[in-house]
């Protein structure tokens, strides 16, 4: 089955511990990308990549980080969480597209990562 | 910074009527894209727009992209309980550095009454 795998689903944690929140697609699809959903805000998009070994800064990239060593892998890393990081989390992926948009085209979301900084 | 600006925010309708979410910007977008999303869950693509004046059909969905590529709108025609969602437009920035940027709007939560 086509997805988008995220784990974990659910994270409580505490100021300054590193974590790692993982994202795997099994669609060969070449662009991945990581959001934030928050009430009152929306979805921002954190960090997104376009291929192996190419990241790009989204909208709120600050205190996270990200790698895209292989193509179905695309975790996000918190160094040192605050609790103003406490949010949802979801992954995307998508298949470039070379026709006429730029951009991804059809975004498959992950299920989501409720994620709780204390 | 390109925004994408959603209405109405919140919107509670009776089965069978008809409405009509919009999502407007000043900036020019690559495409456009409108998601649900239930709770739970993460959004699900409904439609990519590409070309001003574009519109698709999704059954009782319709969908415009504005002839500016600025906005769009999503009509709802005899709405469904099943319609009840929030409903989030996506913007593709026309920036070619940041091909992979999308922006989205803030969303409309729709309920559909029995």
């Known amino acids: 089955e086509a997805q988008v795998t995220q784990n974990p689903r659910y994270l409580i944690t505490v100021t300054g511990k590193k974590l790692t929140v993982t994202c795997s697609q099994n669609?060969?699809?070449?662009?991945m990308s990581w959001y934030r959903q928050d009430p009152g805000l929306g979805l921002r998009q954190i960090y997104y990549?376009?291929?192996?070994?190419?990241?790009d800064k989204g909208d709120v990239p600050e205190g996270y980080k990200v790698s895209r060593k292989e193509k179905r892998n695309f975790p996000l890393i918190l160094e040192s969480p605050s609790p103003n990081q406490t949010s949802l989390y979801f992954c995307?992926?998508?298949?470039?597209?070379?026709?006429?948009?730029?951009?991804?085209?059809?975004?498959?979301f992950g299920p989501g990562t409720r994620l709780t900084v204390l | 910074t390109q925004l994408l600006e959603q209405s109405p925010q919140f919107l509670s309708i009776q089965e069978g009527e008809n409405l009509t979410v919009y999502c407007n910007s000043s900036?020019?977008?690559?495409?456009l894209q409108w998601y649900r999303q239930e709770p739970g869950e993460g959004p699900v693509l409904l439609v990519t727009?590409?070309?001003?004046?574009e519109v698709k059909k999704l059954k009782r969905l319709t969908f415009q992209f504005g002839d500016a590529r600025k906005d769009s709108s999503l009509h709802i025609t005899a709405a469904q309980p099943g319609d009840t969602g929030l409903y989030l437009c996506?913007?593709?920035?026309?920036?070619?550095?940041?091909?992979?940027?999308?922006?989205f709007g803030k969303g409309t939560k729709l309920s559909v009454k029995p």
């Open positions: 727009v590409v070309t001003g004046g």
């Open positions: 996506a913007g593709g920035s026309t920036d070619g550095g940041s091909q992979g940027n999308l922006i």
């Open positions: 900036s020019v977008f690559s495409s």
């Open positions: 669609m060969n699809h070449e662009y």
């Open positions: 995307a992926s998508s298949p470039r597209t070379s026709g006429r948009a730029l951009g991804p085209d059809t975004q498959y």
């Open positions: 990549s376009m291929n192996v070994e190419v990241t």
